[in-house]
């Protein structure tokens, strides 16, 4: 963002930026409309501006990167725009955030899974939940629900809830790193719709995931790496 002379993004993320923002031109969009947002982005990057195409967390996670490359691919784009350069710059994504605020989820393998359906088909979502449950993966549930989508986090629920126990911790951010940032910790088996928003990314953890309350009386939660089953190895000699 620090050398781009136009900023195109959702005004939301665009407001977030505050000062880096200053001076330079702004191309607000509204929320959804995200093939026309990138598309603007990359004609006026055509014209020979330096233009920065602002996401939340990383571009590249259930975000704009990925239209950039479908539009070079097919997608009409004037003969300018279609030679322009691009550089992904890498961000910290809402599992990783939340991780860090929790304690230490991700120390063993994780996937992450979408609930949204308007780009994937439920079936596809309903077989990708089932093999993350029966692989027993710590799980980022992104786009949880929204003001339409009110089942298939209880969906994923019950059946994540067919693997593991139902005190597994479920770690709820919302709105991480902006003003009402909230992270909660709940057992699986009370896990609430109703508690969730679509600003709020749920990480559900594996059979092996734990809590642990320091001295300081935070309650954290974190996936033992394995390190402490191993023969021969002891808790706190590994790193
Ligand atoms: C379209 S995805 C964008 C993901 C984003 N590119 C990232 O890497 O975090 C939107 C979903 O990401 C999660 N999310 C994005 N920003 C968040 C934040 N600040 N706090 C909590 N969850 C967030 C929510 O699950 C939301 O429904």
């Known amino acids: 963002v620090s050398h781009a002379t136009d900023l195109v993004g959702y005004s939301l993320y665009l407001d977030l930026l505050e000062d880096l923002a200053s001076g330079k031109t702004r191309h607000d969009f509204p929320l959804g409309r995200e093939e026309d947002r990138v598309r603007h982005a990359m004609e006026l990057a055509g014209q020979g501006l330096d233009v920065a195409l602002v996401c939340s967390g990383d571009a590249g996670i259930y975000a704009m990167a990925t239209l950039v490359f479908e539009l070079f691919n097919g997608g009409g784009l004037s003969d300018a725009a279609s030679r322009i350069d691009v550089t ?5 994504s809402a599992l990783q955030a939340a991780a860090a605020r929790a304690g230490a989820p991700l120390g063993h393998d994780f996937c992450t899974i979408s ?58 951010a919302t709105n991480l790193g902006r003003p009402g940032e909230l992270v909660r910790i709940v057992p699986l088996g009370d896990l609430n719709v109703d508690d969730v928003d679509m600003l709020t990314v749920v990480v559900v953890g594996s059979s092996d995931s734990r809590t642990v309350t320091t001295g300081s009386g935070k309650t954290w939660v974190y996936t033992p790496r394995g390190y402490s089953a191993k023969e021969g190895t002891q808790l706190g000699q590994t790193v």
């Open 88 to 92: 992904v710059a890498p961000g910290i």
């Open 115 to 172: 609930l949204s359906d308007l780009l994937t088909p439920w079936e596809s979502i309903q077989t990708r939940v089932k093999a993350a449950a029966e692989g027993d993966f710590v799980i980022a549930f992104y786009n949880p629900v929204s003001k339409r989508r009110r089942t298939q986090l209880a969906y994923a629920r019950d059946v994540l809830l067919q693997h593991r126990p139902a005190d597994t911790p479920v770690i709820l």
